[in-house]
């Protein structure tokens, strides 16, 4: 953009192409252009549609744009936000910047954010808003309705509402909804209230954000060790820290680290970084396959045509492992399998790999033996059948027993267990052969 | 269970495992037991505990026990439901069961029951409920606030609330917050509404569920193509029908059905029939690389010792694929990356996987020198480089093209992917063997 008349052209044609477009539409835009493009489309947003394109943004475009602002526009910004939305963001910036950001906050939102990074990363703590309207377990119904409305205001949500007893310990929730239908104002607000479902301030963000959507709750107060009220979880926080976290397994399961960026904001360079760590691991594991021909390497010198075969077998046991593996991964994540399920779950995935090696032995047989002979083809259907047995038994059991010591079985990813299949799937190949060819 | 005190045991026995559970947990735990144990537990809870249990159970397990109660307490649950998840239900049930319970419903259920019916799979207009509360355009807040009062004990939700014109049009949405907050009760409701964001009846309800999720709103109203109202998709609805859709994709991705029920209520043989297909598929497809090598027998039997390398090398291509794929279904799937980019992705996938194809390379060399020689070393570090740039070209490739000409990107699972790998590598590697061997 060299010149003054081409930067206006530019910044007009970014300004036409967000134009009409609401807050995470606009977002979803900026996260596709170059790094110098956001910064100029962001700057030409009029000002209440900046604050909310801003808050629709990741924290890593946030902290990507906040670089290229004026500071009273980055202040201003920053006063507006959510505190738990702030926090967020300050965890991507560099502590220098957010010194300097808290220092230019008024002194009720610092407090605010001051609490909330107080509270270890990855806690319920510092995900929740503090701005939590609650009520007495004394008041009536009328009562309560004048207390929310004047609380509205400034709460992150008034749909639902903590009554709080002696020292602001939580002792039930009241909906907005029952407050709302509630024919008469005398009515104590003990009477509508139900028992609270609560996470604790130092919570697992993961398992407290699972509470909140496993109760298909539309918020949960946050509590101290002693019940008091410290602020409130709304679903909407929980489905952001389990989008979050599915992005991270996702990324895990395939091998490479979460890239925490939109997808076209990260270079070529990053993509590598994030990636090459997984595919040395792996190879190193790969090593064992060299090892294992190694070692067999007379067997496979008098025959070579069992090498025809390998990247087959290879091949068909890691899809096997990485079917059984996708399957309990998620079932652990759900609940709906727990670590003491082991005996259980091998039990039956052992059955179900027999009877898919059984299956695509039997395929596998006639076209084997028209290409090589009946002894080599016999080795290939025995090797699949004892391949897809030991593959799906292996898929099964792995991401179980990492749960059990521990591990984050989505952390266990395909790539993985298909390294272990194909190397045990090498080592019954050419016992079987030896065995069947007499070699 | 062959005596009656064995059985009446063994109900106690069940009983007590669910006893101070609440509903989702004890869905949770029916989930998990046989299905006789199943309908024993569930026969023996008090009734409005088993109408919350019911209402948190999969729709597939719902079905399985409605066989195994009485008809009375089964028209009882039916009637209770709320008519989106009744319509779930029936959708699992066989036809004529459907019926029956239909015909067994109040008439006004049944109104709302066949309403939903009439949609397409998979639209909004099934998984909405119809129970709408509404307010008049005309309507002061005042007015408003005792209009929805009336309609809160019916309606889905009252904290979004269609503002309704001329034939029941939507033309706004109000909040119950900013109703409840509002100060004075003559002013007009048409000053607090919101442009209203909708979805139609009609529209795929992945899609509804995005609009809902990516706007943050509590409720969406469901409209005709007049944008008549017709129902409310709430941001719960949303959340199941997302929640639906990801495991679909993480079974595909992993290369087998959805199984549709909790993992431990299903046998290994129905574990089969979800998996066989695809790895009848897989191994058709690896048939490629038995063809491949037969091709090159002759280079193979000149120089065996290239076979060692053979699982490394699909192997390696195989988790690079697979790396760069799941990155871009993620991607393709909350809309940071659209078909348009296909040649900005290649470009930046290329440099990425020719940047770890040198990397693995380098460290390969050496050990594979001295392994067996420096002409095999170096065939095979060249083809290493040459299979990571490739894989990951294809990897996330292969997502957007099946996108652009309308398959689901996530079907075109890993498994896939590798096995176009694996072929494209050996081809690489008798190439590049041939040329720097001089074979």
């Known amino acids: 953009m060299a010149t003054r008349t081409e930067f206006r052209t530019r910044t007009r044609e970014l300004a036409d192409r967000l134009d009409g477009m609401d807050a995470s539409a606009t977002a979803l835009e900026l996260g596709r252009m170059s790094r110098a493009d956001r910064a100029v489309s962001f700057r030409s947003l009029p000002k209440t549609r900046a604050i909310e394109v801003f808050e629709a943004l990741d924290p890593s475009m946030q902290a990507d744009l906040v670089g290229g602002l004026r500071s009273e526009q980055v202040a ?24 300097t950001l808290l220092s230019g906050l008024s002194p009720q939102e610092r407090a605010l954010t001051d609490t909330l990074l107080g509270y270890p990363h990855d806690s319920a703590g510092r995900r929740m808003s503090p701005e939590v309207a609650s009520i007495s377990e004394r008041a009536t119904v009328g009562e309560a309705v004048a207390d929310v409305r004047r609380q509205a205001a400034t709460a992150e949500t008034i749909y639902t509402i903590p009554v709080l007893g002696a020292g602001r310990t939580v002792v039930g929730v009241v909906s907005l909804r029952d407050l709302f239908s509630s024919a008469d104002p005398r009515t104590p607000v003990r009477e509508l209230m139900s028992a609270p479902a609560f996470v604790r301030a130092t919570d697992d963000q993961e398992a407290a954000a699972r509470t909140v959507r496993a109760g298909g709750y539309v918020a949960v107060p946050v509590v101290d060790d002693e019940q008091r009220l410290l602020g409130i979880l709304t679903v909407d926080d929980a489905m952001r820290i389990l989008d979050e976290e599915e992005a991270e397994d996702d990324a895990l399961s395939g091998g490479s680290s979460l890239l925490g960026q939109p997808y076209l904001a990260v270079g070529p360079l990053r993509l590598f970084r994030k990636r090459i760590v997984w595919l040395l691991v792996l190879i190193g594991a790969a090593a064992l396959t060299v090892g294992v021909q190694t070692y067999f390497e007379d067997t496979l010198a008098e025959v070579v045509a069992l090498a025809l075969f390998i990247p087959l077998l290879v091949g068909t046991g890691g899809n096997a492992g990485a079917q059984a593996g996708t399957t309990l991964v998620r079932a652990l994540a759900v609940g709906e399998v727990r670590t003491g399920d082991l005996v259980r779950v091998v039990g039956r995935e052992a059955v179900a790999g027999a009877l898919e090696g059984l299956t695509l032995a039997v395929v596998a047989f006639v076209p084997a033996m028209l290409l090589t002979d009946v002894g080599i083809a016999t080795v290939v259907s025995v090797t699949i059948l004892g391949i897809c047995t030991l593959a799906t038994t292996i898929g099964a059991a792995v991401p179980i027993v990492a749960k059990a010591v521990g591990i984050d079985p989505a952390l266990v990813c395909s790539p993985f267990i298909t390294t272990i299949v194909d190397t045990s799937g090498l080592i019954i190949y050419f016992l079987v052969a030896r065995a069947v060819l007499g070699l």
Chains 1, 2 share one sequence.
């Open 76 to 99: 201003e910004i920053i006063e507006d936000l959510d505190p738990d939305d702030r926090a967020e963001l300050f965890d991507e910036l560099p502590a220098g910047l957010v010194n």
